[in-house]
């Protein structure tokens, strides 16, 4: 297991903005993480760190990054797969589309692992309604010092929701059983998914996706136009709507600044609002 101690979180994460962990874990195997968590009391965890607001004047005792305990792809035969939580969703699209399966290739721009894809039931766009749970049949996770089994209906996935979000689970590994999909569809597919990226993600700062799972459309245009502060260096995008740029200087006061004005703009017209993104205080 590699240990570090007062590590900066910042460069972990796709926002650019972290405070310090005390103790900084990264367990190898699952045996390790086991032993770790019983060795804990108190934790925060990592995975790829694309969906995270840290503060970044915090201090964490404990942060355990989940990147290398298990990043194996098991095929079990007939679209089967049993996969470890720190597998990126590049590989894992890959590895099926290779095997003539698929069906989340819409997901081959997330840099996101597999457990954080299970907790925020990543996916497309609310209109879509496509989400990785579609193609999960189980979750293995620990609670409690246990291994537990979750079926899919246990799971209670919901628009980038699930009983893990907010949850003492930690997921360990996901069965899933994929559509049988032909190479060259699958590449399309990929394609298609890096254009519209290309097109239509601002790459002009760091970010970590969308703000909001749940928002206004019409109130959310004007968010580019608020500033918290003179020369901010977070703002909302004016070219991928429910998102935050950071220029690389910006910081978390700003940043909570914007998200609770808009929330309060929401409040204000009595619309619904609600985060997605996971913010660490
Ligand atoms: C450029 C960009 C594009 C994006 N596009 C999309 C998109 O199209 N669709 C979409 O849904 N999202 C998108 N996102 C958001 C994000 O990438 C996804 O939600 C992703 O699945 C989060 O995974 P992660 O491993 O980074 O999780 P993290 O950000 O590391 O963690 C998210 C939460 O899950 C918890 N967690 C992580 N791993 C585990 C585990 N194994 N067990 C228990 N809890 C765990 C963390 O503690 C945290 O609370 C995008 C983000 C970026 C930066």
């Not at 298609?192 to 700062?205: N, P, T």
Request: hydrophobic share 40%.
């Amino acid at each position: 297991m590699i240990i570090k101690h007062n590590e900066g979180l910042a460069k972990y994460t796709t926002f650019k903005m972290g405070g310090i962990a005390t103790n900084f874990y990264v367990p190898e195997s699952r045996i390790e993480l086991v032993q770790l968590l019983k060795s804990l009391n108190e934790y925060n965890i990592i995975g790829g760190v694309s969906n995270l607001l840290i503060n970044d004047k915090a201090v964490f005792t404990n942060v355990i990054h989940l990147v290398k305990f298990d990043d194996n792809i098991t095929s079990l035969g007939d679209g089967k797969y049993y996969v470890g939580a720190s597998v990126r969703l590049q590989k894992l699209i890959n590895t099926v589309n290779n095997d003539g399966f698929g069906g989340i290739e819409y997901l081959f721009s997330v840099p996101g692992l597999i457990g954080g894809a299970i907790v925020m039931n990543a996916g497309r766009g609310r209109q879509f309604n496509q989400q990785i749970s579609d193609y999960i049949v189980s979750v293995d996770a620990i609670y409690n010092g246990e291994i537990v089994t979750l079926s899919k209906e246990e799971c209670l996935f919901q628009y980038r929701n699930s009983i893990f979000k907010h949850s003492d689970y930690l997921i360990i590994g996901v069965l899933f059983k994929f559509s049988e999909m032909k190479i060259e569809e699958s590449k399309r597919l990929k394609n298609e998914r890096i254009k519209l990226c290309r097109e239509k993600q601002d790459s002009s700062g760091f970010n970590f996706g969308s703000v909001f799972c749940k928002y206004n459309p019409t109130i959310m245009k004007v968010a580019p136009l608020l500033r918290v502060e003179f020369n901010s260096n977070v703002r909302f995008s004016k070219k991928t709507q429910n998102w935050i740029c950071n220029s690389g200087k910006g910081t978390y006061k700003q940043t909570l600044k914007l998200i609770k004005l808009l929330e309060l703009m929401h409040k204000m017209s009595l619309k619904k609002i609600e985060r997605e993104v996971i913010v660490w205080e």
